[in-house]
């Protein structure tokens, strides 16, 4: 770790003036595990609902340390070729194609097979150096001569295999790739594994990680965080509509309204020119927050009575 980055997570309220800085709000739970996480070069595990700010604190963390931001997306079936690197293909086509014509210069002063042979084997270890490899994500990462922010978004989202895969980086944050040998960064990266808790990840993962678990922020956070986000709201409307989706939150709902549906929410009142929230406006733009037909049907009836009660709390 340099000097810089050390000098900017010398403590957890530094570590909180650059996730601000960075325009993310953070809740000192957040502040206390990046530190801990950066400090004891350990991944941080960052579970919690969708909306939350999980992604978000990968991109700020970036922002602040002026690290370079490597994110890669799970999915089913993501495999290595995806994830760690490969080989161009064309650039070794093209090379083969080269090599067909130089091959008699080769071979010219040869007497034997086997000196034949161990020039065309010189020749095509060639094939697999370096020059020939594709990084990807994790191995970006890895090669990074100042450090960097991995994000591994959605982890839930791959199979367990690949999860068993990512193990030795997470555990030494070095890579083996069969035809060069194994590959450990200088610098090891600050790596931030998201989780939406579609599935459970397994103890020796969790066992590798520190762990942050983000949910749905309490009003006064929240209303820091739309003033940061949305800047012309006024102060009574941030009010107002934090107030809305805090009792929405309360509702049993298939979707929750989260910070990411609260921030677009309020940059839509602040569109239409709104300066407090009235039951038509609200009516107007629910479907900003919700997201499914069902949960539409069974806020619609109580509009009334929620914009009353966030306006006058």
């Not at 070095?174 to 989780?195: H, K």
Request: charged share 25%; aromatic share 6%; net charge negative.
């Amino acid at each position: 770790m340099n000097q810089i980055i050390s000098d900017q997570i010398a403590s957890i309220e530094r570590v909180e003036a650059g996730l601000v800085s960075a325009g993310y709000i953070p809740s000192r739970q957040i502040c206390t595990a990046l530190f801990l996480a950066i400090r004891l070069q350990k991944p941080i595990l960052v579970e919690g609902p969708a909306g939350v700010g999980k992604t978000e604190l990968a991109k700020a963390t970036s922002q602040f340390l002026d690290l370079p931001l490597i994110r890669m997306q799970c999915y089913d079936g993501l495999d290595e070729s995806k994830a760690l690197y490969e080989w161009k293909y064309g650039k070794q086509l093209l090379y083969t194609q080269i090599l067909r014509d130089k091959l008699a210069s080769t071979f010219a002063d040869t007497d034997t097979m086997d000196e034949a042979m161990t020039r065309l084997g010189d020749v095509g270890e060639m094939f697999f150096s370096e020059m020939f490899l594709e990084p990807r994500p994790l191995l970006k990462a890895l090669q990074q001569p100042q450090g960097s922010v991995l994000l591994v978004d959605e982890i839930d989202k791959a199979d367990e295999e690949f999860e068993a895969f990512l193990l030795e980086i997470l555990s030494d944050y070095q890579v083996t790739i069969p035809e060069l040998g194994p590959f450990r960064a200088d610098v090891p990266p600050i790596v931030l594994l998201t989780s939406n808790n579609t599935r459970d990840l397994g103890d020796a993962m969790k066992r590798r990680c520190l762990h942050l678990h983000i949910g749905y922020p309490e009003a006064k956070l929240e209303e820091r965080i739309i003033e940061t986000r949305v800047p012309g709201a006024q102060a009574s409307l941030r009010k107002q509509l934090v107030n809305y989706v805090q009792q929405l939150r309360g509702l049993d709902l298939r979707k929750l309204p989260s910070v990411s549906e609260t921030i677009d929410w309020a940059r839509a009142l602040l569109l239409m020119h709104a300066t407090e929230l009235d039951a038509q406006l609200v009516a107007d733009t629910l479907n900003v927050l919700l997201k499914f037909e069902g949960d539409m049907a069974s806020v619609g009836p109580k509009v009334g009575e929620l914009t009353y009660k966030a306006r006058e709390a």
